[in-house]
Nanobody, 121 residues
Framework: VQLVESGGGLVQTGGSLRLSCFASTQTFSSFDMGWFRQPPGQKREFVATIIWSGGRTYYSDSVNGRFTISRDNRKDTVFLHMDSLKPEDTGVYFC???????????????WGQGTQVTVSS
């Protein structure tokens, strides 16, 4: 499974971005998909996850209410729509695939290369 993120960039505080992650696999709908991020100089952290059907989602406290994770199983793609962005949202954003539902990095088997998101103050 190869995961390729896109959609990162530079945005001002309060702005919005939508990240996409395309999965090159014929079994995309069997995976739970997650988004993680790594702020500068910090460890990678959980952002959001969505189960295989799209029927349930989970968010970190820091993004709950501002970010929305969604997926299109027909297009093998997961999205992260980010609103009301803050400078502390700056980091490299990674998508990942797992066969179980988890907010833990270790549960994810496949990872993308990441896309940079920078929020200016």
């Amino acid at each position: 499974v190869q995961l390729v993120e896109s959609g990162g960039g530079l945005v001002q505080t309060g702005g919005s971005l939508r990240l996409s992650c395309f999965a090159s696999t014929q079994t995309f709908s069997s995976f739970d998909m997650g988004w993680f991020r790594q702020p500068p100089g910090q460890k990678r952290e959980f952002v959001a996850t969505i189960i295989w059907s799209g029927g349930r989602t989970y968010y970190s406290d820091s993004v709950n209410g501002r970010f929305t994770i969604s997926r299109d199983n027909r297009k093998d793609t997961v999205f992260l729509h980010m609103d009301s962005l803050k400078p502390e949202d700056t980091g490299v954003y990674f998508c990942a695939a797992a066969t179980i539902t988890s907010t833990e990095e270790a549960a994810y088997d496949y990872w993308g290369q990441g896309t940079q998101v920078t929020v200016s103050s």
